[in-house]
């Protein structure tokens, strides 16, 4: 079974395509130059999810799966939310986590509570629906570190582990992401529905 993957980010991909589960094969949006930006117009990350997911399925008549995931900063009173790959209007990650930093610049330690938020959804063309969710709970860093990651992986900081998720390597943030916590969900249901 061909699913596609509503994303051309690579590092989604390597995330996605290093849960290996038989029979199925993952593929991005790269192999349909086609379909253009989605706009997500949804308030919350299940609607953002959703609209991605039924619009990649209606246009190629495959199965998709479409995440919508973010940063809720306690502080911040959720922000950035379902805005964080827009933050600030800015283009790059480093610029999103500089604007992220210069707001908590004035926290003190022990409200700098955050969880990034990973809300995934599979759409089938027969109009199955299935929504899933992933949380990782950290605190806001007052400084960036580590260079793996992508996104606000170098300031979010999770206290258990001593490091940013932008310091750890890709199979210890497989287990603990909230992108990872989801897809360990998306998994599971897809390898009951291969089984039916």
Do not use: W
């Amino acid at each position: 079974m061909e699913i596609v993957v509503a994303t051309r980010n690579k590092g989604k991909m390597k995330e996605i395509l290093s849960f290996d589960i038989p029979s199925i094969i993952f593929t991005s949006l790269e192999k349909y130059p086609e379909i253009g930006d989605i706009e997500e117009t949804g308030l919350t990350f299940t609607d953002n999810a959703l609209i991605k997911a039924r619009y990649v399925c209606n246009v190629t008549g495959l199965p998709a799966l479409a995440d919508d995931s973010g940063l809720v900063v306690d502080a911040l009173d959720g922000e950035p939310g379902v805005y964080s790959a827009r933050f600030g209007n800015f283009k790059t990650d480093e610029e999103r986590y500089r604007l992220l930093l210069q707001k908590m610049q004035d926290v003190p330690d022990d409200r700098r509570q955050a969880r990034f938020v990973c809300v995934m959804a599979i759409v089938f063309p027969d109009g199955r629906e299935y929504v899933e969710e992933g949380i990782c709970e950290g605190i806001i860093a007052k400084e960036p570190a580590g260079e793996n990651g992508f996104g606000y992986d170098p300031v979010f900081f999770i206290p258990e582990l001593g490091k940013t998720m932008a310091q750890l390597p890709l199979d210890v943030k497989n287990e603990i992401s909230h992108r990872a916590r989801a897809l360990q969900k998306v998994k599971r249901l897809l390898q009951k529905i291969v089984s039916e």
